[in-house]
């Protein structure tokens, strides 16, 4: 089946500095990959939708400046969190879309990335 | 845009029992309804799906219904065990495919 295999897992950061989370479809190319975010107890909220070859699409109320969606190949989506405050903490989540090329896989999630900013 | 109500936030039921659990949506043009299990600090996993050009889909102990007109669905489980527990989300989308809209999910704890 897919896999999108998402970088790190987990990752603890000084308040005002710049982490990136990569996503990669392992064996299939993602043309688009949604990113979610996850507070503690609470639901996926989109963030952002990134599409090879053109600007991401950001949610209502996502700051473009602070999180900065990349779609630089068929297999590697990034999100970087620029200038990381506390309130950014959380747990980051990308998800391919099923389709890809081909094959029908389903939505695929990566594993996840809680960022800790301090 | 899409808005995707869930309840309860948290259910507790003794082992053997039914869950029940129920999501209503906005848009009257999704048609793709997906259940996801999430176990903390893991990704989801989709247990069922069902499209809006069927009333109810079934996977040995778990169901779906879906009601278009009343723009509601719910997921049933039955005979529960203790390792169903864990948070379950509702989900809508326009088209298989697009963006999905989750609902705020529910607590399930299965009592042994």
């Known amino acids: 089946g897919a896999v999108v295999s998402q970088h790190p897992s987990w990752v603890i950061c000084k308040s005002g500095t710049s982490v990136k989370i990569e996503c990669r479809s392992l064996?299939?190319?993602?043309?688009?990959m949604f990113w979610y975010r996850q507070f503690p107890k609470q639901s996926l909220m989109l963030m952002a939708t990134?599409?090879?070859?053109?600007?991401?699409?950001?949610e209502q109320g996502v700051e473009k400046d602070k999180f900065l969606i990349n779609h630089a190949s068929l297999t590697l989506s990034t999100l970087t969190v620029t200038s990381a405050h506390p309130e950014d903490s959380s747990f980051y989540i990308c998800s391919a879309p099923p389709g890809g090329t081909g094959i029908n896989y389903g939505y695929t999630f990566g594993s996840g990335t809680r960022l800790t900013v301090v | 845009g899409e808005n995707v109500e869930q309840h309860p936030s948290t259910l507790s039921v003794q082992e053997g029992d039914s869950a029940v659990i129920k999501c209503t949506y906005s848009d009257s043009a999704s048609n793709y309804f997906p259940w996801y299990k999430q176990e903390l600090g893991k990704r989801p996993q989709l247990i069922i799906d069902?499209?809006?050009?069927?009333g109810e889909k079934k996977d040995q102990r778990i169901a779906v219904t879906l009601n278009k007109t009343a723009k509601h669905f719910s997921l049933h489980i039955t005979e529960t065990q203790p390792e169903d527990s864990a948070v379950y989300f509702c989900?809508?989308?326009?088209?298989?495919?697009?963006?999905?809209?989750f609902g705020a999910g529910t607590i399930l704890r299965v009592k042994s």
């Open positions: 989900a809508a989308s326009r088209t298989y495919g697009n963006k999905l809209v």
């Open positions: 069902i499209r809006s050009n069927v």
């Open positions: 064996d299939f190319q993602a043309t688009t």
């Open positions: 990134s599409n090879e070859g053109s600007k991401a699409t950001y």
